[in-house]
């Protein structure tokens, strides 16, 4: 039996409470897949380390607005972890380079998927064929913000393209992911 | 463009990320004022969040947990361990676990039991710690079991994580204290339906001893251990860092 979203949602009503046992387990449970998420978009573990601290002192303070109509626990958490992390690295104007990215909180295959991401499972399948029906080099933009947190200045880097013209595939790309995943 | 689409669009690259600082700090201000704002971010994070499952988990280091703690409490003094402490943990670790193992072995338990909630720090660490967790883990897998204790209150508070209700048979739960005793005694049973988290006072136990013991779960027929000892399969432990 791996952890369930009905887990998580008992353990953030707890936390809600101010159940610090259940605080416990929450970070227990989650933390390393947080701290996957936040390494990979800060690029650096001191950074990473920071920011996982303010998200679960995030989670501790507002568990009570998390909303199980709305969104996955882990989502929803994971939400929080990718917006404080970015916000830093745009702040701090941490620019990519070419090393730390590589060094950890790298990408796996969707089959190995981390337990309490498989029921997630039918919707990952469901974006991977709408990415896949981009043109290849436009589903990479898209994956390379999401997943690496590129910003519109290092994907005009990396692809030869102007700002501008990323800032016009990406709307694109975007838009016809929406309708994609609409349909 | 219609300013429909120009939310949508800021809400798509805010969740993919591509916005900069000004634009950023832009956004997270309108959505507290404009719930198309946030209902348009929400909704992109629902599609994008499948993305997440590709990245792979990596362990925080362990000093973090107790970071948070200490910035939740308000003390605004992160505790760091240091690197003798560390290694002090994981010897006195390794000794216990080998003691668990062959306190069982004698006892006569089919497999080895082991476990956590070590009171170690408060010897290196300028403030004591209250409150400690162990985590009960089956083959390295996920959490079967939480345990908390305050030190003040004497209460732990066991909570099943991925354990599941067993059929005719229930869970019990044992502490281990060398210096009292060389076999594992009965803390009591798990409530058996694991729909909430069973809470046990244990006025009767040192805070000493709950602090240097280490604690174990093991799979009994129902009604508990006929033995008074550990009879079945037994939870395997992991240390977490202790709240302070």
New interface residues.
């Given amino acids: ?3 369930g979203q009905s ?1 998580l949602v008992r353990l953030l009503a707890d936390v809600a409470n101010r159940d ?6 929450l ?3 989650t ?3 947080l ?3 936040i ?3 800060s690029r650096r573990r001191d950074l ?2 920071e920011v ?2 303010e998200v ?2 995030r989670i ?1 303070e507002h568990a009570g607005a998390f909303d199980a109509s ?3 626990p ?2 929803w958490m ?2 929080i972890a ?2 404080r992390a ?2 830093e690295v ?2 701090k ?1 941490i620019v990519e380079t070419a090393a730390p990215i590589e060094e ?7 089959a190995a ?3 309490e ?1 498989m029921e ?2 039918d ?2 399948a ?3 064929d709408c990415l896949g029906q981009l043109e290849e080099r436009r589903a990479e933009i ?2 390379l ?3 690496g ?4 200045e290092e ?1 005009s880097q990396r692809f030869g393209a102007p700002v501008a013209t990323i ?1 016009t595939w ?2 694109r790309s ?2 016809q ?2 309708d994609c ?1 609409s349909a | 463009m219609t300013e429909r689409e120009d939310i949508d669009m800021l809400a798509a690259e805010y969740v993919l990320g591509t916005l900069d600082a000004a634009e950023r700090t832009a956004v997270t201000a309108r959505r507290q004022r404009e719930p198309a704002l946030d209902a348009a971010i929400e909704a992109w994070q629902r599609r994008m969040a499948p993305l997440d499952v590709r990245i792979a988990p990596v362990a925080p280091p362990s000093e973090i947990y107790g970071q948070i703690t200490a910035r939740i409490d308000g003390s605004g003094v992160a505790s760091t361990p240091s690197v003798t402490a560390e290694v002090v943990r994981l010897t006195v670790l390794e000794r216990r676990v080998a003691f668990w193992r062959r306190a069982t072995a004698l006892a006569g338990a089919v497999a080895a039991m082991l476990a956590l909630v070590i009171g170690f720090r408060d010897t290196l660490l300028p403030a004591p710690p209250q409150n400690f967790v162990a985590v009960f883990q089956k083959d390295d897998q996920q959490p079967a079991f939480l345990l908390a204790i305050d030190l003040k209150t004497r209460e732990l508070v066991i909570r099943p994580v991925t354990a599941e209700p067993l059929q005719q048979r229930t869970y019990q739960l044992w502490i281990l204290d060398q210096q009292v005793s060389p076999v594992p005694s009965s803390l009591g049973l798990i409530d058996a339906s694991l729909k909430e988290p069973t809470r046990k006072t244990v006025a009767s136990i040192d805070p000493a001893v709950l602090k240097r013991a280490t604690f174990g779960i093991s799979e009994e027929p129902a009604g508990g251990s006929p033995t008074g000892r550990p009879t079945g399969p037994a939870l395997h432990g992991r240390l977490i860092p202790a709240a302070p």
């Fill in positions: 039996m791996t952890v887990d610090r046992s259940a605080f416990a387990a970070y227990t449970l933390s390393a897949k701290y996957g998420i390494l990979r978009i990473a380390d996982l601290q679960y002192v501790w709305r969104a996955s882990i989502a994971a939400a990718r917006n970015l916000d745009r702040r104007q950890a909180g790298e990408i796996v295959d969707p998927t981390a337990p991401l997630l499972a919707e990952s469901r974006l991977h898209v994956r913000a999401y997943l947190g590129l910003s519109r994907l800032k990406l709307h975007l838009k992911l929406k995943l």
